[in-house]
């Protein structure tokens, strides 16, 4: 990212990492509308076995990935926030973290077959191009055979869905947020194979393996 500023630097999350959780804990509302259910939406979708190797992408507070470490699973965490990352390892004594940001390949370290890539709240700070160049590295080159990436996010079914909805909050702030018809189309041009579930009015899962 050198010589651009950076629409959504790491230093916004590391200062919302101590209030993160709270935020959560506030009464259901854009853009976390739905917010338990994506993530028990990626949960039930991998069907994780104990054992299982999953990688966690954006991790956070780690909310998503604690999910996962309490089916037996073998919990790998990254984010590019340093005091996110504080704060995930203090409900995830078992799992291996890394400071990575997204954009970037995958540090040497994680270069080994994952049984599932899952993230939450994290791609819609991507353009499309970036989204689905991203993915496509992560499925072609870090899934197990089998393995799935599994991708909950703020998203709506069309652009004409996001108007409709964006009508209904006052204080909408414009981001990269998906749209599954134009998503699966550009995923499946690129060669993957993806599904999508709308779990919310503002949210859904996308799940993605080799086509
Ligand atoms: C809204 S939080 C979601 C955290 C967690 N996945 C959850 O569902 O609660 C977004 C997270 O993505 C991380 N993030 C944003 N952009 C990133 C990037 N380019 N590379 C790595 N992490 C990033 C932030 O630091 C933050 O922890």
Known sequence: MTGVQDPFPASDFDDWA??????????????????????????????PQPGQSILDLGTGTGN????????????TCTDFSQAMLAKARQKLP????????LREKLPSELHQPFDHIVSAYVFHHF?????????????RNHLAPGGSLLIGDISFPSQAAQETFRQSIPDWEDEFYWLADESLAGLE???LTADYLQVSPCAGVYALRVG
């Open 64 to 75: 998503l990935a604690l999910l996962f470490a309490e089916k037996g699973c073998r919990l």
């Open 94 to 101: 078992g799992a291996s973290f890394f400071l990575h940001d």
């Open 189 to 191: 041009k690129a060669g």
């Open 127 to 139: 353009d499309l191009d970036q989204k689905i160049r991203i993915c496509a590295d992560l499925v």
């Open 18 to 47: 101590e209030t993160y959780d709270q935020t959560l804990r506030e009464p259901a509302a854009f853009p976390f509308d739905g917010y338990d259910q994506v993530l028990d939406a990626i949960l039930r979708r991998a069907n």
